[in-house]
């Protein structure tokens, strides 16, 4: 299954593969009384809600999701903090994208360019507030396209002239698209889900959270339920 999350014909995530399931949860949590299911039970069930409760994450690292996505590069580096912040502590944690250095941007519409813009909040510095309104949205949207084509028209012309790829690239706006493949345990998944589908999270962002949450949710349904009820923090 695949998902569009800025509905632009662009953007993209997929769930490439996965490995472990609710009852990979409980199995790993009973290890310590060397003790396992073999299916997944109400007893089972009342255990994932219990170790989420009360923050007992270590069985959740088991469970490891392989995703492919591509979004702009802004939202790709607010993404990567949770790659370092994580890496300390779950060490089935991947980071390979797209290089252009390798690859050379080929698509003057490969870049990621809102419909709807934000104001600027008044009480937080770091987030939007409400729409612009509509006259001002047009006006946004039209400069917005021509910075990114300008953006690629120069880039075009450094690597004609034979500039290299790793220098040329510096001349692309943070609103280019590129692509990487996330591995990832269940416990960070959870966890980023949960700060950038909140309150104060940027919408592009948030959109790629929320279509993550659908995507595991047929493989580990006992525990996005338990999670969601919880209001549990990872």
């Known amino acids: 299954m695949t998902f569009d999350p800025l509905k632009d014909g662009k953007s993209r995530i997929e769930l490439v593969s996965s490995m472990g399931t609710d009852l990979d949860v409980v199995n790993d949590a009973r290890a310590s009384f060397e003790k396992s299911s073999t299916e997944l039970t109400d007893k089972d069930t009342k255990l994932i809600n219990y170790l989420i409760k009360h923050h007992h ?26 790659t370092v912040a994580s890496n300390h502590n779950d060490e089935q944690l991947g980071w390979n994208e797209k290089s252009f250095r390798y690859v050379a941007a080929t698509d003057e519409e490969d870049f990621y360019i809102p419909q709807v813009f934000r104001q600027q909040s008044e009480s937080n510095r770091q987030a939007s507030g409400g729409k612009l309104p509509s006259d001002l949205n047009q006006q946004a949207i039209a400069i917005y396209e021509r910075q990114c084509q300008a953006s690629y028209a120069t880039y075009r012309e450094l690597l004609n002239l034979g500039v290299s790829r790793e220098q040329a690239r510096g001349v692309l706006i943070p609103s280019v698209y590129t692509s990487w493949v996330w591995t990832v345990s269940l416990q960070s998944v959870l966890h980023f889900v949960g700060l950038r589908s909140g309150e104060g999270a940027q919408s592009e962002i948030g959109a790629y959270a929320q279509a993550i949450a659908q995507l595991i949710a047929p493989i580990v349904p006992e525990t996005i339920k338990a999670w969601q009820s919880s209001n549990s923090q990872f």
Do not use: E, I, M
């Open 57 to 82: 994450t270590s069985p959740f690292r088991g469970v490891v999701f392989k995703f492919k996505v591509k979004a702009p590069l802004y939202v790709c580096r607010q993404w990567w903090k949770h």
